[in-house]
Structures are given as structure tokens and as C-alpha cells.
């Protein structure tokens, strides 16, 4: 029987291409926003990690204030289109490693900065990546934590955990920002920063970038036309099923 990390790989090996260019992932506020938090940092961090970089895009803004960055995710393919990317656009401190966020094969306090977006949600032990995070974070070092989050009230976030993982069947859980919050205060996280924005999913180009089998699509389409009307306001659901959920920005930093 084959793993959740296996099912992580078929995923997104064969959509590697897409992820580059995808705007929600290529663009944003939130990447905006990581960019302005990391260009005041000082000193500037002398290595950085960036955890399930998919397409890199999170990586890219590390190289600009980094002397090396690791791009680090479970998928090859998505390994090498950072690797092909980071090569033509001359981020020659960038470099790529395989491997899972639960056991990183990384020293104690090897990194001033560790940073992850859009990956959590596909940890199934949160707590134990999380720790080893930290682990691998030098004290005074700082952490960015990116994701979407889920939803405080129980009924909208069961419809969404549920339409996420008709459409992904490798997601696991996006995390609330209560969720957030409890986790890095257990880990002792000094929180610097925090910020939210309404996260438009274009319904096609939102099931396309999964390839996501057409039984699949209907049985979400389904389930969000007849969703009740607390839900429906509250993911801002619109005809077409494209829908608004939040992204969650949190910037902390590892007391020294
Ligand atoms: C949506 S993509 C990441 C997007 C990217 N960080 C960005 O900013 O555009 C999620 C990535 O997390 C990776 N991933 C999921 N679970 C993982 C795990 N346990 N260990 C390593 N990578 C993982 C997947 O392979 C995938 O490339």
C-alpha cells in the first residue's frame, strides 16, 4: 500500500510546470509582503530554506537577500524546474534538495532563515515538521509560515477541507490561524508579524492545475451549489464554483 508522500508525488510531479506558472503561486500580496519582510532583515541571512518550494517561487525572493538558499520538496520534477529556473535566472547560491519536511537532513542551527508557502496544508504530522523547523532554525534566526487558511466556524470548514481534498487527494488539513498561533507559541516562537488576505481560487484553473478526474469536479461543483448559505458567504462562492478563501502570513523569529 503505497504512503501520503507517495500520493504527494503523483500529485505533483506531472503539474511541476504548471506551478511556475500559475499566478497564484508566481504572484500575490503575500509574496509581496514576504519580500518587504525579508529585505529588512539585518544582517542579511547567510542561508535560508525554503520547505515544499514547489515551483520555487518563495525561493526565488529568499535568493534575493540569501548568499544560499535549499529549495527542498519531496517531488523531483518539481526539483527540476526550480533547478532549470534558478539556472536562467542566474541564482547561482540556489540550490535544490530532496527529501520530507518530517526528517530533514539538515545539522542543528543550520539556517537563519526557514520559510514555507503553500505546503503545510499536505503535512500529515504538522507538530513533528514543525519541530524539526525549529530544530534546523539557528536561535535569532527567523521563520515565515505561509498557507491557506481553514476556517474557524466548523461548518465552512468541513466544506472546505472537504472540497480540497475532492479536488487533491494528497491535501491533508489547512490549518486556522487559532491552529497557527497555538502552534508557534508551543514552539516558543517570538511572533514579529502577522497578515491575512482574501485568496481568489479561479474554479477552472484551480481544478486544471491538479488535474483533477471530472467524477471529482462534479461531486465539488455539487457540493458547493447546495452548501448552505453560511458557508457560501463565507467562502464567497461564486456561479462558476470559483471561491475566496484566506491566505495566512506569520513571521517570527526563534528567541536567541
Ligand atoms: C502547492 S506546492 C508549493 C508552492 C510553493 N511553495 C510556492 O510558493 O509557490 C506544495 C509543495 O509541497 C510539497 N510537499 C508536500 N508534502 C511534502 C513533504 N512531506 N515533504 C516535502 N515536500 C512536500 C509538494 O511536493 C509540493 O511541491
Known amino acids: 500500500m503505497s504512503s501520503h508522500l507517495d500520493a504527494v508525488n503523483a500529485r505533483f510531479d506531472p503539474r511541476a510546470q504548471a506551478y511556475l506558472s500559475s499566478t497564484v503561486h508566481a504572484a500575490g500580496p503575500d509574496l509581496q509582503c514576504a519580500r518587504e519582510l525579508l529585505a529588512g532583515l539585518d544582517p542579511r541571512p547567510t542561508r535560508a530554506l525554503d520547505l515544499g518550494t514547489g515551483a520555487g517561487h518563495l525561493a526565488y525572493a529568499l535568493?534575493?537577500?540569501?548568499?544560499?538558499?535549499?529549495?527542498?520538496?519531496a517531488s523531483e520534477s518539481m526539483l527540476e524546474v526550480v533547478r532549470r529556473t534558478a539556472a536562467e535566472r542566474g541564482l547561482g547560491g540556489l540550490r535544490v534538495q530532496a527529501g520530507d519536511v518530517h526528517d530533514l537532513p539538515f545539522a542543528d542551527s543550520s539556517f537563519e532563515l526557514v520559510a514555507t508557502r503553500y505546503s503545510a496544508h499536505h503535512w500529515t504530522k504538522l507538530e513533528k515538521a514543525m519541530a524539526e523547523l525549529r530544530r534546523v532554525l539557528r536561535p535569532g534566526g527567523h521563520l515565515l509560515v505561509i498557507d491557506l487558511e481553514g476556517s474557524e466556524q466548523a461548518l465552512v470548514d468541513t466544506h472546505l477541507q472537504c472540497i480540497e481534498l475532492l479536488r487533491d487527494t494528497s491535501h491533508v488539513r489547512n490549518r486556522t490561524r487559532t491552529q497557527w498561533l497555538g502552534l508557534l507559541q508551543g514552539l516558543g516562537m517570538e511572533l514579529l508579524?502577522?497578515?491575512?488576505?482574501?485568496?481568489?481560487?479561479?474554479?477552472?484553473?484551480?481544478?486544471?492545475?491538479?488535474?483533477?478526474?471530472?467524477?471529482?469536479?462534479?461531486?465539488?461543483?455539487?457540493?458547493?451549489?447546495?452548501?448552505?448559505?453560511?458557508?457560501?458567504?463565507?467562502?464567497?462562492?461564486?456561479?462558476?464554483?470559483?471561491?475566496?478563501?484566506?491566505?495566512?502570513?506569520?513571521?517570527?523569529?526563534?528567541?536567541?
Open 193 to 256: 508579524h502577522e497578515q491575512r488576505w482574501p485568496t481568489r481560487l479561479q474554479f477552472e484553473a484551480w481544478v486544471q492545475r491538479m488535474r483533477t478526474p471530472e467524477t471529482m469536479v462534479r461531486a465539488i461543483r455539487e457540493l458547493m451549489q447546495g452548501a448552505p448559505r453560511e458557508v457560501r458567504e463565507a467562502l464567497r462562492v461564486e456561479p462558476d464554483g470559483s471561491f475566496t478563501p484566506s491566505t495566512g502570513l506569520w513571521w517570527a523569529r526563534r528567541p536567541a
Open 63 to 73: 535568493a534575493e537577500v540569501a548568499d544560499e538558499v535549499i529549495a527542498f520538496d
